[in-house]
């Protein structure tokens, strides 16, 4: 598996609420973010008050680009994309503020209606491969609706419903009309029907983590976290409870996004009523990750996310260069018939199985817990984030110090299982001494009742004492006794 490195490149996205500075690098398939700076401008307020940008909102945006603008100078940035959106395609004076922007150095591209939903339905692909149903994303003065199956997105549409647009108690029954309507006679008006609705924006990642922090979730990352619409009423309730500084403190949400939650539930609520999702799921991936996708050969779109992310990780922070497929290719006998989700987790593991060797030795279990339940993951949810941290947690040792809320979030008989891979993964790297080579001079089998070991006789010196402790743990692990053969 070879990694192939890009950027760094950036975006800046003039929204109708938000104007946002991302620099990316790492990995083509699934970037990094190296650097990611917003302003809430409110451009839309001025639209939707008057129908133009107001005077203190441009001023304010025009101050963070030129800031934007020489940072991405000094950041040597191969590529700088300046997008803008409903906002500044909607106000009468929106040619003027982006010969403002030009006059600036950059090079503004005002996007339509139906390019956003286009970008953000491409983010949500990038992200989540099998999603099936509806993007809505939801800006300051618009959403876009767009469908997407088969990793690929269809014809969307944009409708006038943004959250500084709409106000702060808009009324569900208006809104279901504007979407009925606004999908009346297109494919998107069954899209999402016993499928997904997919949800992207700041608003609505606001509102995943309101959801996950009051229900104490052990891990509120909002990428792919399913909202059960039942909940809505009970965050309806929290917002119209709790004070702006209560809701900051107890979700991190940013003061200036917390007002525009009550109208996200409200729209939410809408979409739902008319297009009957079966399921409603949080993409941290929208309109820039969609532009950057775009931009892909076929070939590394086809890639698997996570397995191209951890690849990528893997090989930059291991120390003898990338041996994670020949690691999962060397373990497979040890675990037949595995489902095919848990086996991608497996080479995930694998991938990312040498990650940790640079910390404090009392301290490795503890950073690889932390990358792999934290990294910049997509193409895996929060189950997921659990699968790996567990076997990451045994790879480097530390099988006592998983952490108990994290346990939860694993399915019945998984514990056993992907610490087993763990235990497979240390009894590798320690007998290879973390070389490809090495290792596949050595193979490991299962017969009744036994776990083989078995080297050539030539290389018998790599069977030591702390080697053979570990090929006894691992096959206590899976119920055996172990053995070791010299060929």
Same mark, same amino acid.
């Given at each position: 598996?070879?990694?192939?490195?890009?950027?760094?490149?950036?975006?800046?996205?003039?929204?109708?609420?938000?104007v946002?500075f991302?620099?990316?690098?790492?990995?083509?398939?699934?970037?990094?973010?190296?650097?990611?700076e917003?302003?809430?401008?409110?451009?839309?307020?001025?639209?939707?008050? +008057?129908?133009?940008?107001?005077?203190?909102?441009?001023?304010?945006?025009?101050?963070?680009?030129?800031?934007?603008?020489?940072?991405?100078?000094? !950041?040597?940035?191969?590529?700088?994309?300046?997008?803008?959106?409903?906002?500044?395609?909607?106000?009468?004076?929106? *040619?003027?503020?982006?010969?403002?922007?030009?006059?600036?150095?950059? *090079?503004?591209?005002?996007?339509?209606?139906?390019e956003?939903?286009?970008l953000?339905?491409?983010?949500?692909?990038?992200?989540?491969?099998?999603?099936?149903?509806?993007?809505?994303?939801?800006?300051?003065?618009?959403?876009?609706?767009?469908?997407?199956a088969?990793?690929a997105?269809?014809?969307?549409?944009?409708?006038?419903?943004?959250?500084?647009?709409?106000?702060?108690?808009?009324?569900?029954?208006?809104?279901?009309?504007?979407?009925?309507?606004?999908?009346?006679?297109?494919?998107?008006?069954?899209?999402?029907? +016993?499928?997904?609705?997919?949800?992207?924006?700041?608003?609505?990642?606001?509102?995943?983590?309101?959801?996950?922090?009051?229900?104490?979730?052990?891990?509120?990352?909002?990428?792919?976290?399913?909202? +059960?619409?039942?909940?809505l009423?009970?965050?309806?309730?929290?917002?119209?409870?709790?004070?702006?500084?209560?809701?900051?403190?107890?979700?991190?949400?940013?003061?200036?996004?917390?007002?525009t939650l009550?109208?996200?539930?409200?729209?939410? $609520?809408? !979409?739902?009523?008319?297009?009957?999702?079966?399921?409603?799921?949080?993409?941290?991936?929208?309109?820039?990750?969609?532009?950057?996708?775009?931009?892909?050969?076929?070939?590394?779109?086809?890639?698997?996310?996570?397995?191209?992310?951890?690849?990528?990780?893997?090989?930059?922070?291991?120390?003898?260069?990338?041996?994670?497929a020949?690691?999962?290719?060397?373990?497979?006998?040890?675990f037949?018939?595995?489902?095919?989700?848990?086996?991608?987790?497996?080479?995930?593991a694998?991938?990312?199985?040498?990650?940790a060797?640079?910390?404090?030795?009392d301290?490795?279990?503890?950073?690889?817990?932390?990358?792999?339940?934290?990294?910049?993951?997509?193409?895996?949810?929060?189950?997921g984030?659990?699968?790996?941290?567990?076997?990451?947690c045994?790879?480097?040792?530390?099988?006592?110090?998983?952490?108990?809320?994290?346990?939860?979030l694993?399915?019945?008989?998984?514990?056993?299982?992907?610490?087993?891979?763990?235990?497979a993964?240390?009894?590798?790297?320690?007998?290879?001494?973390?070389? $490809?080579?090495?290792?596949? *001079?050595?193979?490991?089998?299962?017969?009744?009742?036994?776990?083989?070991?078995?080297?050539p006789? *030539?290389?018998? $010196?790599?069977?030591?004492d702390?080697?053979?402790?570990?090929?006894?743990?691992?096959?206590?692990?899976?119920?055996?006794?172990?053995?070791?053969?010299?060929?």
């Open positions: 598996m070879a990694v192939k490195r890009f950027g760094p490149v950036g975006i800046i996205d003039i929204g109708s609420n938000s946002r991302v620099a990316y690098g790492g990995s083509e398939r699934v970037p990094s973010t190296l650097f990611n917003k302003i809430m401008a409110a451009l839309g307020r001025g639209v939707a008050r +008057d129908g133009r940008l107001d005077v203190n909102a441009m001023a304010k945006t025009l101050e963070a680009l030129a800031r934007f603008r020489q940072l991405a100078r000094e !950041m040597k940035l191969k590529k700088l994309h300046t997008v803008a959106t409903a906002a500044v395609r909607d106000a009468q004076n929106g *040619k003027a503020f982006l010969k403002q922007v030009a006059d600036i150095g950059l *090079k503004p591209r005002l996007l339509s209606g139906t956003e939903a286009e953000s339905g491409l983010g949500v692909v990038s992200a989540i491969p099998d999603a099936k149903g509806i993007v809505a994303d939801l800006g300051g003065g618009s959403l876009e609706l767009i469908g997407i088969r990793g997105v269809g014809a969307g549409i944009s409708l006038p419903i943004g959250v500084l647009r709409i106000g702060a108690d808009p009324r569900r029954e208006e809104l279901s009309g504007a979407i009925r309507a606004g999908v009346k006679g297109s494919r998107l008006k069954d899209a999402a029907k +016993d499928t997904g609705l997919y949800l992207v924006g700041g608003s609505f990642r606001a509102l995943a983590l309101l959801d996950m922090k009051t229900q104490g979730h052990p891990l509120p990352i909002v990428h792919n976290h399913q909202i +059960d619409p039942t909940r009423p009970d965050l309806r309730a929290i917002l119209k409870t709790l004070d702006i500084d209560e809701l900051k403190r107890l979700t991190g949400i940013s003061s200036a996004r917390i007002p009550p109208a996200a539930v409200t729209v939410l $609520e809408a !979409m739902i009523e008319t297009l009957g999702p079966r399921r409603v799921v949080v993409s941290a991936f929208g309109l820039r990750e969609g532009l950057l996708y775009g931009d892909l050969e076929e070939a590394i779109k086809a890639e698997d996310p996570l397995l191209a992310a951890a690849l990528e990780v893997g090989d930059r922070l291991g120390r003898f260069g990338d041996h994670g020949a690691l999962h290719q060397w373990m497979d006998p040890l037949p018939d595995e489902a095919p989700e848990l086996r991608r987790y497996r080479l995930a694998c991938l990312l199985g040498d990650i060797w640079n910390a404090h030795p301290y490795r279990a503890e950073r690889a817990v932390d990358l792999a339940i934290h990294g910049n993951w997509v193409g895996i949810d929060a189950h984030r659990a699968v790996l941290g567990r076997a990451l045994s790879a480097f040792g530390g099988d006592g110090g998983f952490s108990p809320e994290l346990m939860t694993l399915r019945p008989g998984e514990n056993e299982r992907v610490s087993s891979w763990g235990r993964i240390r009894l590798a790297q320690r007998l290879s001494g973390g070389t $490809e080579a090495l290792l596949r *001079k050595t193979r490991i089998t299962l017969e009744p009742g036994k776990i083989v070991l078995s080297l006789q *030539k290389h018998h $010196e790599l069977y030591a702390t080697v053979d402790r570990r090929l006894h743990g691992l096959a206590r692990a899976l119920g055996r006794v172990a053995d070791v053969r010299f060929t």
